[in-house]
């Protein structure tokens, strides 16, 4: 039945626009890919870092602002003058005339800057402290103490809520999020070597129909995506050549549909009959009736669109780019499994298996781009895993990795109960009828203790009669429980042995280590192979007979774009004088020790080792240990050859006893000698499970030792190469520096070298699926040394699950007696820089990594009102001039050499050479933004990082900016090779990385954690405000001093 309704004309729609209460859609950005690899050097430690512990409460106030006072006491407590402007200043003091900023409308964001005082001398001490986010100091309160020891007073964050009065920023963030652009394109780089290389990115035309949008409600609502689709698919199929017009919609699955010209109506409604689906039975299928209301809402302005990939406007039009999206994807939807952006199907590619019941399936992922040479549609592979359609019990034993025969123990249930919950099963003992259900819990009791009422008069059946009864099927493994499958308040039971998994259902929990590796080994793939099967991807899917591209007249190009890109020149690298070689000039992205020695290597005087590796024998390790102080010694440190005492051998069970027993023993020796322990090398087996985690906690946050950890294999092998790399990672341990750009040393990079200048690095990582209620952990690095920005200090910080915002980067609270009292990880870091160089940063250079274009805005103004904030709580007219940088590493874009038989084009594994740099055509059409691949490649092909600029205070160019990140890459201390993302933002990754390890030392091996160093925080289940999120143990004064993190 069909009822239309002309209560309403297109004009009257163009007006009213969206239906209140409707979100305007955003378009495609670019999420996480299912397994991402991060592009490391020569790395051979598991070692991750993070900071945390209760630190130096103190007050960054002596010498700071040029101020001084006769005591705390005589200073008003609240808000500093300055610090009460409730959002972030324009970038307005101290640019050019050629303003690189668009604002629309009235920006909420006042400001500039304050005069700011002279820097002050450039001496530091040689190590910089490690302070925690839990410090806390009242604004504008200063001290005539000069000992710098006093800057550094113990407190912690209280956690809860701030008065509005005293820290106002979301209402900021919520006013000002739309009035704000980002910074313009200053221009394209000119640095480097000119060359010319392809990108997985296919030119799309744009249509030049007007494109139409109409809400969609089908009722019942709440129906699943699929049900909508099959529904919108039967309705089209119906009234297609009739009330539809011959027109040929697409649909996005929720409440939005699309037109390439208008409908005959402005308002209508349709019945629509769907058939369940055949369960094999033959008789009759059950069916159900959906109500559908189409109605106007606009026409869709392309027009906005073309200005914009012309750079005639600044504001990206969403809903058209979610338009053209949609229509690419209507296809592949029908085709595939569509999970995010990707597409996967047993069709488009080997199967393979990953273990314990899952296999990875083949896909490809597709988004439609804005980019300066129109619009482009970016195609890359992909991969997930998927569960293995198998019978249960074969999945069991998969899972299990046993004869499934045997007891079955109380672990294993858990184990089978987590797998299998929400799985969907078909049932396979009643012939050809396939009925399917979805798993919601195993049975408490085995198969053979189950029963059920048979009558009203309570008589009992067991679960294996009725099945030998009714089905003739005799239940072989009884001692399984059965799955409970149905609803919770009339379940059902199955068998285990009856049921067989339905295919085409992704695992979307954790992988374990060894199902990653088989995962990225069954898609690495070498530049020239991934770029032919990208080729055949387009050619599979014919956008040129795609009917609904046709429909919108959407033509998309079949060839790869060619793209103007420079290779940057590596920097010099500055090595100690008294070595052979004294500075460095890398080839190819690496280079190594041979003939040099650190810049600044530290000193191990007092060292042993413990050995749970039970097939190493005590002489070996012993040998072992002997060569590798020998490599630290002729790499430059000051490296005792000869241990406090030898080896000692313990059992991996025994790990804690052992470890505090050795420390005992050494602090014996050592503590009449008013010594401390510099150093424990410890050899691990190499499968040690949580051994590792727990040891760093213990080390770092109980005993304060510096550890360093080498797996048996390595122990075995005592290769020169893996020593040399291990020396590298020890040296920043204990306080030393490996090396140092020669521009540094020679003040000679523009912008860094010109003022002092504190870079920061910060990332957020996020619990595994199905860890709901896990905190995010949200970690901060900053440079410690000028001009030579080497050496980071860093900061951890748990919060709300899965919140991307930074919630600790500053603080407020209202102490009785102190009044305002003011904290955080940037203030703290502040406070640090400041007593490591002696001077006041005038820059800021803030790399911001793991932020999906969705999120730009928000994590901006939140982000940089924070630092904002802690530098006027510092000083009152303290602004140092901000840019803030956007570093993307889960995005798919690739880079090929234009012709890969070209050495002179490639490094040895066939990749584009390290430095290669974008910044023309794929990139963003109006904004700075560029694709850096700073790496060389070892296997697969290399993924380039995008840096994306948000706010710029320092005026920087292309060039300028281009050249220092891809210099600072560089400098990263674990390993002699440059690596693929600026080295802030991967240590700050690398500390969210290690402080799981001190919160959850049993189940930890990815990245999250609580608030720096100690400081408390909250975190809600539905809503992560009101439960508080456990504070992490403390990391030792002596620890946090150094780069223990490396």
């Known amino acids: 039945m069909v009822r239309n309704h002309r209560t309403e004309n297109v004009q009257e729609h163009q007006v009213s626009g969206v239906r209140s209460g409707r ?417 919601f819990d195993l049975t408490s009791q085995p198969t053979s203790e189950l029963t059920f009422p048979v009558d009203e008069r309570g008589n009992l059946k067991s679960v294996v009669q009725y099945f030998r009864e009714t089905y003739g099927f005799t239940i072989q493994h009884t001692h399984f429980p059965c799955l409970q499958v149905g609803n919770k308040q009339k379940p059902n039971y199955l068998p285990m042995e009856v049921c067989k998994i339905v295919e085409g259902q992704r695992y979307s929990k954790r992988l374990n280590q060894d199902q990653i590796t088989a995962l990225l080994k069954g898609t690495c793939q070498a530049p020239y192979d991934r770029e032919c099967t990208i080729l055949q991807t387009v050619q599979h899917n014919a956008y040129e007979s795609d009917q609904y591209a046709k429909e919108f007249d959407i033509k998309i190009s079949n060839k790869l774009a060619s793209v103007e890109a420079r290779i940057l020149p590596a920097p010099r690298l500055k090595y100690h004088d008294t070595g052979r070689e004294k500075d460095c000039l890398p080839r190819v992205g690496q280079w190594n020790m041979m003939n040099k020695k650190m810049v600044n290597g530290g000193k191990v005087n007092c060292w042993t080792c413990i050995n749970f590796a039970s097939n190493v024998p005590e002489g070996h390790a012993s040998q072992f240990c002997y060569e590798l102080a020998l490599m630290c010694e002729t790499s430059g440190m000051e490296f005792s050859r000869d241990p406090i005492f030898p080896p000692l051998s313990a059992r991996p069970n025994q790990m804690e006893r052992s470890l505090k027993a050795l420390y005992v023993d050494a602090m014996n020796i050592l503590h009449p000698q008013k010594k401390q322990l510099d150093l424990l090398i410890v050899i691990l087996p190499d499968n040690n499970g949580s051994l590792y985690g727990d040891l760093k906690r213990i080390c770092e946050t109980e005993l304060g030792v510096i550890s360093q950890c080498c797996l048996t294999k390595h122990v075995f092998k005592m290769s020169k190469h893996y020593m040399a790399n291990v020396s590298l990672k020890i040296n920043v341990k204990v306080g030393g520096r490996n090396t140092v750009l020669m521009d540094a040393v020679t003040k000679s990079i523009p912008i860094v070298c010109d003022e002092p200048t504190i870079i920061f690095g910060a990332d957020v990582t996020h619990p595994h699926p199905g860890e709901d209620s896990s905190p995010s952990i949200a970690a901060v690095v900053a440079s410690q040394d000028w001009p030579e920005i080497t050496k980071y200090a860093g900061l951890v910080s748990a919060q709300a699950h899965r919140q991307e915002l930074i919630t600790d980067l500053f603080k407020v609270r209202s102490d009785p007696q102190r009044g305002a009292v003011a904290g955080g990880m940037i203030r703290d870091l502040l406070i640090s820089f400041r007593k490591a160089t002696n001077l006041r940063p005038e820059r800021i250079i803030f790399y911001r990594d793991g932020v999906s274009e969705g999120q730009f805005y ?45 050495n002179r084009s490639v490094d040895k594994s066939g990749n584009i050479l390290p430095g290669t740099v974008v910044d023309s055509k794929i990139c963003h059409p109006t904004e700075f933004d560029f694709y850096l691949c700073s790496h060389a490649g070892i296997k697969g092909t290399s993924r380039p990082a995008h840096y994306h600029v948000l706010w710029d205070e320092n005026n920087f160019t292309a060039d300028q900016l281009q050249s220092l990140t891809n210099n600072l890459c560089y400098t990263y201390a674990r390993c002699t090779r440059s690596v693929s993302i600026v080295p802030p933002a991967y240590y700050a990754h690398l500390a969210a990385f290690r402080a799981r390890f001190y919160m959850e030392p049993q189940t930890s091996d990815s990245g999250s954690t609580p608030t720096g160093a100690v400081g408390q925080s909250t975190q809600k289940k539905s809503r992560p405000d009101d439960v508080s999120v456990k504070p992490l143990p403390a990391i030792k004064d002596n620890v946090k001093k150094v780069m223990f993190y490396c």
């Open 858 to 902: 928000q994590v901006l103004l939140h982000e940089l009102n924070a630092i904002r904030k802690a530098c006027a709580s510092l000083e009152s007219n303290f602004q140092p001039r901000v840019t803030f940088i956007v570093v993307q590493k889960r995005h798919h874009t690739r880079l090929f050499a234009n012709n890969h038989n070209d």
């Open 23 to 439: 979100t305007v859609p955003q378009y495609p950005t670019e999420r996480p890919s299912d397994v991402q690899q991060r592009g490391h050097g020569a790395e051979y430690e598991q070692d991750q870092y993070s900071q945390q512990g209760r630190g130096d409460k103190g007050y960054y106030q002596h010498k700071f602002g040029g101020r001084s006072h006769a005591s705390s006491s005589e200073q008003p407590h609240g808000p500093a003058p300055g610090y009460a402007r409730s959002c972030l200043p324009h970038p307005t003091a101290g640019k050019s005339s050629k303003q690189r900023y668009a604002v629309k409308g009235n920006s909420a964001i006042p400001g500039g800057h304050g005069a700011g005082m002279s820097a002050a001398s450039a001496s530091r001490p040689p190590a910089p402290d490690l302070h925690q986010a839990s410090v806390e100091t009242s604004l504008l309160e200063q001290s005539v103490d000069s000992s710098l020891a006093q800057h550094f007073q113990q407190v912690t964050i209280e956690g809860g809520t701030m008065s509005e009065e005293i820290h106002p920023v979301v209402s900021d963030i919520a006013r000002s999020s739309k009035s704000l652009s980002f910074p313009l394109r200053p221009g394209k780089g000119s640095i480097g070597v000119k060359c010319v290389v392809k990108a997985n990115h296919f030119l799309a035309e744009l249509p030049d129909k007007v494109l139409h949008h109409y809400d969609v409600l089908i009722m019942p609502e709440d129906t699943p995506r699929a049900v909508n689709r099959a529904v919108i698919r039967q309705l089209v199929s119906l009234y297609r050549g009739s009330h539809l017009g011959g027109r040929l919609p697409v649909y996005d699955g929720q409440k939005s549909l699309y037109t390439a010209g208008p409908l005959p109506f402005t308002s209508n409604e349709f019945q629509i009959i769907l058939s369940n689906e055949d369960d094999g039975s033959g008789k009759q299928r059950k069916s159900k009736t959906f109500r559908v209301v189409i109605k106007l809402v606009a026409r869709v302005d392309l027009c906005h669109l073309k200005m914009f990939l012309s750079g005639q406007k600044a504001d990206a039009p969403h809903e058209a780019l979610q338009v053209l999206d949609i229509v690419l994807r209507e296809l592949p939807t029908t085709r595939y499994s569509p999970i995010g952006r990707s597409f996967y199907s047993p069709s488009l590619g080997r199967r393979q298996r990953l273990g314990e019941g899952l296999e990875s399936w083949q896909g490809f992922y597709q988004s439609i781009r804005p980019t300066q040479m129109g619009l482009s549609l970016n195609i890359d592979l992909s991969s997930t895993a998927f569960i293995e359609p198998l019978p249960v019990v074969d999945f069991v034993a998969q899972l299990l990795k046993r004869d499934i025969r045997g007891r079955l123990y109380d672990a294993d249930r858990v184990k089978i109960k987590k797998a299998l919950r929400g799985v969907r099963i078909e049932v396979t003992h009643r012939g050809n009828m396939r009925r399917k259900y979805r798993i």
